[in-house]
């Protein structure tokens, strides 16, 4: 089982078991369980759950629950092997909130037989931050509704 899915299991069943701590609480609302700020990790769990979904075909290279950075390795799509990508994100508040995400990416292409350094297209960061909170809001949504 890799890092990620150990991580991503990790981080349900920590929330699991933080929603039946509030089973015995009759006063408290339902919809409180999927307020922006539930986390039972240093940052938004929406987020990470989201950030490392949207992540799970990169191979991750390191993973910071408690400080909200999720760093993958290099990515080579077989579509495209003469070019790889490296990702990282940083989830910086308990909130979510779009200026909570901060998605960065390197790009290398291949020149004679080394890899070079190449820009990354600002709509491909973008995009992938806007995948995460999609995500993001979509699992908060579930859990409101459920």
Known sequence: MSFARRAAYALLATAALASLGACGKKERPKADLAAAKITTIGVNSYLWRASLEALSFMPLLQTDSN?????TDWYINP???GERMKVSVTILDEDLRADALRVAASRQVASGGTWVEA???AATVQKLEDVILTKARDLRRSAVAG
Do not use: A, L, R, Y
């Open 67 to 71: 400080g909200g950075v999720i760093v």
């Open 119 to 121: 820009p990354v297209d």
């Open 79 to 81: 579509k495209n092997p």
